[in-house]
């Protein structure tokens, strides 16, 4: 029985993992288009005039310490939590200068965000017995996240379009229209032509990163046949998505039914003298306007999945079986792969289809479900 093992370190390393190499030089490219030369067909190429090089630009740094515990009990219990606190300075930005210069913008060391979490790690074998046994591994990690610096002065705040980083907020902020309400939080519509008002400027919407990532591991043996099964989870995040706008705007959305069988939709709402809205208004005016306020499109992006089910067989267990052929294991395995979402608060999507840029959905493939079979040998 080990009680316990306590650990610390502090690390300060550079990386230059969020640049492109060579940005710190002046950039030739080539058209994609040729030129159609009298006697023959030329390249075209082209000095970038966007991003002015930066020849003074360093690796990002990070500086990390954690604390780590560990506790093992009884050959049977294993468990395992370590704290850290990482701070990254000398982040590479783009940072806005004048137009006369040629260029737009210019990548500059300036950036700086904490991130702090726990991972955890136990392992527990509730059976152990001489032909069965059963293990569980749950592996979780929490961080949160906050924007110390995105500029040379404080007034540069925020940085980005849809997904941004934000000074004093957790990195990842999704930004978009809102409908514009009253103090009870009521949607004012115009009366002229009953459709919502749209707040003045993008509103804060949600967080495109989780707070909460892991999974569960059940693994059953049985005199050579092993049956394991594994549930991940994402939780504490959103995304906004693209598909149910377009959904909405082309009536393909369930939300558009409303109001087709008397031909108008009337919002529910008030105008802005605080009045109840009763102004009718054309099915597909009404919610092509309403489709353009994103608030509607933003949901709880967590989930909860059977990620894998393997079932495999030791053939070694079988009696005699190494006496006739030259190998010490032989294990024949299946495995299906994205087996089933158990739990999601998405509509018409899996969570994890997302775009490029973490937290925002678009039209795409479904989610692919895949089988398998692996055949181990060892000599």
């Known amino acids: 029985m080990n009680l316990g093992k306590i650990r610390a370190a502090y690390a300060e390393v550079g990386s230059d993992t969020d640049v492109a ?22 390249p075209l190429g082209a000095i970038g005039t966007s991003v002015v090089p930066n020849p003074n630009l360093r690796p990002m740094r990070v500086k990390e310490y954690e604390f780590g515990l560990n506790v093992q009990l009884f050959d049977r219990i294993n468990f395992d939590i370590t704290y850290y606190n990482k701070l990254s300075i000398d982040q590479i930005l783009q940072a806005a200068i004048s137009n006369t210069s040629g260029f737009t913008s210019q990548l500059i060391n300036v950036g700086e965000s904490v991130n702090k979490g726990v991972e955890i790690l136990l392992n527990v074998t509730p059976i152990q017995k001489d032909a069965f046994s059963w293990d569980v591994t749950f592996n979780g990690a929490y961080n949160t996240s906050e924007v110390l610096k995105l500029g040379l002065d404080g007034s540069d705040v925020s940085i980005g379009g849809t997904i941004r980083q934000v000074v004093g907020l957790p990195l990842g902020q999704i930004y978009n229209r809102g409908y514009l309400r009253d103090d009870q939080g009521r949607k004012i519509f115009n009366p002229n032509n009953g459709l919502p008002e749209t707040t003045a400027e993008e509103i804060h919407l ?20 092993s049956v394991s099964a594994l549930v991940d989870f994402k939780l504490g995040h959103d995304l906004i998505s693209s598909a149910e706008f377009d959904y909405v705007r082309h009536g393909k959305h369930k939300k558009t039914l409303v109001g087709r069988a008397e031909g108008y939709v009337i919002g529910v709402g008030v105008t802005p003298d605080g009045n109840s809205n009763t102004t009718q208004v054309d099915v597909q005016t009404y919610y092509e306007a309403d489709a353009r306020i994103r608030e509607d499109f933003v949901y709880n992006a967590g989930f909860w999945k059977l990620r ?9 267990h079988l009696n005699g079986l190494t006496e006739f052929l030259p190998v010490q294991g032989l294990t024949l395995s299946a495995v299906a ?16 289809q997302v775009h490029q840029i973490n937290g925002t959905q678009d039209i795409a493939l479904p989610m692919v ?11």
Do not use: C
Not at 206 to 225: D, F, H, Q
Not at 337 to 352: H, L, S
């Open 337 to 352: 792969n994205n087996v089933y979402t158990i739990k999601r608060w998405t509509e018409n999507m899996d969570p994890e």
């Open 21 to 42: 190499p060579f940005s710190h030089m002046l950039g030739y490219t080539i058209n994609s288009n040729l030129f159609q030369g009298p006697t023959s067909v030329q």
């Open 369 to 379: 479900r895949s089988y398998g079979l692996n055949l181990r040998v060892q000599f």
């Open 308 to 316: 894998q089910v393997t079932i495999g067989y030791d053939f070694t």
């Open 206 to 225: 949600g967080s495109a990163i989780p707070k909460w990532v892991g999974g569960i591991t059940n693994t059953l043996n049985y005199k050579g046949l």
